[in-house]
Nanobody
Framework: HVQLVESGGGAVQAGGSLRLSCVVS????????MGWFRQAPGKEREAVAI???????AYADSVKGRFTISKDNAMGALFLQMNDLKAEDTALYYC???????????????????????WGQGTQVTVS
């Protein structure tokens, strides 16, 4: 049984910072890619950042330069450092792992949630 648990969300003022964590437990068939996604009220869920096993990353244009995705393979943990937060960053943030991709395709693209198998329950980030 695979579980992903996010933490680190909260309410902050614009310009502030938060560091989200995601701990993965249980067996997963593969961890080709792990990612952070968010869903704001009334909007579709969008990809924020994705990181491959190799360490290669992809970011949404809206967070480039402000957010950094990282991972600790040994600890089975995924992180998202969020700086200079803006009101538009307010959303429920999810982590996910094990993207189903062809062997010939780099898993950090496209920057969408398509193919991710395991998901956490989300952690709320509110920026005022």
């Amino acid at each position: 049984h695979v579980q992903l648990v996010e933490s680190g969300g909260g309410a902050v003022q614009a310009g502030g910072s938060l560091r989200l964590s995601c701990v993965v437990s249980g067996y997963t068939y593969r961890r080709d890619c792990m990612g952070w996604f968010r869903q704001a009220p009334g909007k579709e869920r969008e990809a924020v950042a994705i990181i491959a096993r190799s360490g290669s990353t992809a970011y949404a244009d809206s967070v480039k330069g402000r957010f950094t995705i990282s991972k600790d393979n040994a600890m089975g943990a995924l992180f998202l450092q969020m700086n200079d937060l803006k009101a538009e960053d307010t959303a429920l943030y999810y982590c996910a792992t094990d993207r189903l991709v062809s062997a010939s395709v780099v898993c950090i693209v496209p920057l969408t949630e398509t193919g991710f198998v395991y998901w956490g329950q989300g952690t709320q980030v509110t920026v005022s």
